[in-house]
């Protein structure tokens, strides 16, 4: 017990040391909400993100509420985990390479009662950071050549409390009900380096956003013999406007030169999108689980900034698999969990009225277990391309590693003394 304990300290404080971090340094952030986070914990990313259908005992599923009916009838469970990426951006010509780390999520699960499981945490939604700039030279006055710099930083995140019951022996509902909040800042600097007469000019806008989120889930599981089990997992969340406070402040010259600041609220719309996905999972003698998803967002009747033409439906496909040799086995190595996954995903981003970029990924990983417990130390490893629609867009490519451990401890049971 001491020993798990200490290790859940470890995972709390490197949640914070991440979580303090910049998250991303993709230029597609400046469009919408940013990065959209993944679903699933460290076990599903391995899996190619694959989280609608799967149902499990020892692991947490928030991508599905219905999956927590599950949980074993003894098990207090602990989540938690953080990524390391290194990111390559470039243009065709010139290259970049950025390194970022980040808080992942924090999560737990428990038994209320016979069908009954509750689960409830911290989650991130999207994540923004970006800092770019170009220049230019004034086709009269070559000494008004001047250079722009965007900027931006900050994200999206939501706590949660869900529960999972048993409605009948193979169907499961549930619903995760979310406080939803964050900040997300923007500014772009105009500056005239060879004309010190011109003062420069920067312009921001802050957002903060407070809303609810909801997510309401499905599950279905139908044995086949003794061997065979396949379920049949669905995911809804509807959309709605999102409550937000909108400052946008310009300020002429800098601190050196005197300046000059207007600072008004906006009256602004954002729109979190109505969300559908679909998961489908086939488990053989305990040992084999094979699944796939399919997640439809339909962002382009979602606002952002009064525009009710920012986005693109998001789509995404992904598929995934698990291999456990042996649930009986004495050995160590018998219990290892071993990953493997792909995706495809049509990002939510637009640039000059089409979709911005296309996104491909293969995912890998395994789950140790931790001797003496029920615990798992699970890995993740992605890499990801996000392909520009046309060549003046960028390309990114990125390879990602997730970290996580899930505590299964055994807290719900009567002890006997003789």
Same mark, same amino acid.
């Given at each position: ?36 986070? #993944? *679903?699933?914990?460290?076990?599903? &990313? @391995?899996?190619? =993100?694959?989280?609608?259908? %799967? ?5 947490? /599923? ?41 808080? #992942? *999520?924090?999560?737990?699960?428990? &038994? @209320?009662?016979? =069908?009954?499981?509750?689960? %409830? ?5 999207? /994540? ?291």
């Amino acid at each position: 017990m001491k020993y798990t304990l200490g290790l859940m300290m470890m995972v709390w404080m490197l949640c914070g040391t991440a979580g303090a971090q910049n998250n991303t340094n993709s230029p597609y952030t400046r469009y919408g909400f940013g990065e959209l986070a #993944d *679903y699933g914990s460290a076990n599903s &990313r @391995a899996m190619g =993100g694959v989280a609608f259908a %799967l149902r499990d005992k020892y692991h947490i /599923n928030t991508a599905n509420p219905a999956s927590y009916s599950a949980v074993d009838s003894l098990t207090f469970i602990f989540d938690g985990g953080i990524s390391l990426q290194k990111t390559n951006v470039s243009n065709g010509t010139i290259k970049m390479n950025v390194n970022n780390s980040s808080f #992942d *999520y924090i999560t737990m699960q428990f &038994r @209320a009662r016979k =069908g009954l499981g509750i689960s %409830l945490g911290l989650l991130p939604y999207s /994540n923004v950071g970006y800092q770019l700039g170009k220049s230019g030279d004034d086709a009269v006055n070559a000494d008004n050549a001047n250079a722009v710099t965007y900027y931006g930083e900050g994200g999206l995140h939501q706590a949660y409390i869900g529960a999972g019951l048993v409605l009948w022996k193979n169907l499961s509902v549930g619903a995760n009900i979310s406080y939803f909040w964050g900040d997300i800042t923007r500014s772009v600097s105009e500056s005239f380096p060879s004309n010190s007469s011109i003062l420069p000019l920067t312009r921001s806008e802050v957002v903060e956003m407070k809303s609810y989120k909801l997510d309401l889930g499905l599950q279905y599981t139908h044995q086949f013999g003794k061997r065979h089990e396949a379920t049949l997992g669905v995911v809804f969340s509807p959309g709605h406007e999102l409550s937000n406070t909108t400052q946008v402040t310009t300020q002429k010259g800098n601190s050196s030169t005197g300046y000059t600041i207007s600072t008004r609220d906006s009256i602004a719309t954002y729109d979190l999108p109505t969300s559908l996905g679909v998961g489908v999972a086939y488990r053989y003698d305990q040992k084999w689980t094979v699944s796939a998803d399919v997640l439809w967002q339909q962002w382009s009747k979602s606002s952002y900034m009064n525009n009710g033409d920012a986005y693109c439906d998001r789509v995404r496909v992904g598929i995934g698999a698990e291999y456990l040799p042996n649930v009986m086995g004495r050995s160590y190595l018998s219990h290892v969990k071993y990953r493997l996954g792909a995706y495809l995903s049509k990002p939510y981003y637009k640039i000059g009225n089409q979709r911005a970029a296309d996104e491909y990924g293969l995912t890998a990983g395994f789950g140790l277990p931790i001797p003496r417990t029920r615990s798992y130390l699970n890995f993740s490893a992605q890499y990801v391309k996000l392909s520009g629609k046309k060549d003046s867009f960028l390309d990114e490519k990125t390879f990602r590693l997730c970290i996580g451990v899930t505590f299964n401890e055994r807290w719900f049971f009567k002890r006997k003394v003789d």
